[in-house]
């Protein structure tokens, strides 16, 4: 902090250390938080979040994207912090830490995505199917109205949208669309 004003990164941070204390304790995850640092990233524009490990201090550090904070919705951003705070744990346990099948397990107990996406590149883009009207979002997660577009509104005329499956281009405007593309895309999803 300078001069005592609260930043946007010192904001990130407090949610995160909170998150943190409730995930680690409702799921039982033995991160040792004396040996955890977080800090916020002002330039990362690809991944929204990293563990890195110190083996000297034998502490891990957090790093939290301040362009992703910006762009995702908080639950997808607590997921974020959630994916690290594995590593973290990983790290302080084993002096090492990747994404195989030790991750996957402690992710899916955490709730975690196992692999962290780029942020930058969104995997749903909702677009307005008025011609006259500009809106667009970005998603980084099936979020309920990207899987059933039909039940929510354009955020600018209130009119109905489309969303687009970035990865493949293909669309939808219904849940059962969502449904219909998904089963398509089957593994590529
Ligand atoms: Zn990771
Ligand atoms: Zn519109």
């Given amino acids: 902090m300078t001069d005592g004003e609260y930043t946007i990164a010192d904001e990130i941070v407090a949610r995160a250390r909170i998150h943190a204390r409730k995930v680690l304790d409702e799921r039982e995850l033995p991160v040792d938080r004396d040996a955890l640092e977080w800090t916020v990233s002002e330039r990362a524009r690809r991944r929204a979040g990293a563990c890195r490990w110190h083996p000297d201090r034998e502490t ?75 809106w667009r979002a970005k998603r980084h997660r099936a979020s309920k109205p990207v899987k059933a577009p039909d039940r929510y509104r354009c955020g600018v005329c209130g009119g109905s949208y489309e969303v687009e499956h970035v990865a493949s281009g293909r669309t939808w405007a219904t849940a059962s669309g969502y449904g219909g593309a998904k089963a398509a895309l089957g593994a590529e999803w």
């Fill in 60 to 134: 891990a550090t957090i790093v939290l994207a301040r362009r992703a904070y910006g762009e995702y919705d908080w639950p997808e951003f607590a997921a974020v912090v959630r994916h690290e705070l594995v590593h973290a744990w990983e790290f302080q346990q084993f002096g090492e830490s990747g994404h195989g099948p030790r991750f996957r397990d402690r992710a899916a107990a955490l709730d975690a995505p196992r692999h962290c996406r780029s942020f930058s590149e969104p995997r749903y883009v909702l677009r307005c199917r008025d011609e006259d009207c500009e």
